[in-house]
């Protein structure tokens, strides 16, 4: 039975709420690999066509539960619990990178640590006008986690990512659009709405030609320009033998709106 971390699949939109709201959403071993069971579970059911991460309490996740490390007996337990906890933390934002489903990620108060790197793992991440964002890491004597470092300098560059690791100021929401670093900001009243709707219209939509578009861009970096090319002329001949693309084909000749299966 979860404790922490919570997941469910609405009319095709699989959700997982992070659970600790008196703790601020903070990751120990137990909520890393909690996560890590949700996002496995999620991306290997394909009814879940859309991913919505959401939050319980006034803060998205403070990232490490720092009180837990704390109590840890020495420093070579320290080093295990964090190795375990990161384990499971990579794994899971690993799994909802390569999945099909686009991931949209709710944020309200603060997302800081390991909250601040998983927020920006999204494909959408929508924010409250409320919301803080802070790395937090270098603050406490700890190095990044959580993809951070292979994010961030995608999103905002590497002397934008260089100061946001190294001087930890807290952004608003507005700086954190106008950074890139999150796609919109929204009333702190409408966050969890807009979310959902975000997440229902990409469960409605050709969910194999999301999963190779994030898989194109996942790998982009690592690609010169010819091998880029060649992978997405096989990426979009596979997608001709979906019947998502079929439909698609269809309904712009008929002139009329797709209902794609996923599929």
Known sequence: MAEFIQYTIDN???IITLDRPEANNALNADAAKELWEAATELTEDSSARAILVRANGKMFCSGGDLKFML?????????????????????????LL???????MAVQGAAAGGGFSFAITGDIVIAAESA???????ASGISPDGGSTWFLPRLVGM???QRLALENPTLTAQEALDLNLITRVVPDDSLAETAMETAR??????????????????ET????????????????AASARTRDMNEGLAAFSAKRAPVFKGA
Do not use: C, D, I, S
């Open 159 to 161: 002397r934008v990512a």
């Open 221 to 236: 970096w690592a690609n010169g320009p010819e091998h880029q090319m060649e992978l997405e002329t096989v990426a979009v």
């Open 12 to 14: 095709g939109v699989g």
């Open 98 to 104: 390569r999945g099909n489903a686009p991931v949209v």
């Open 71 to 95: 109590a840890l007996e020495n420093e070579a337990a320290l080093a295990k619990a964090l190795k375990v906890t990161t384990t499971y933390f990579h794994a899971a934002v690993a799994r």
């Open 132 to 138: 803080r964002f802070k790395m937090a890491y270098t």
């Open 201 to 218: 219209r990409f469960a409605e939509g050709p969910t194999l030609a999301y999963g190779r578009t994030k898989q194109l861009f996942a």
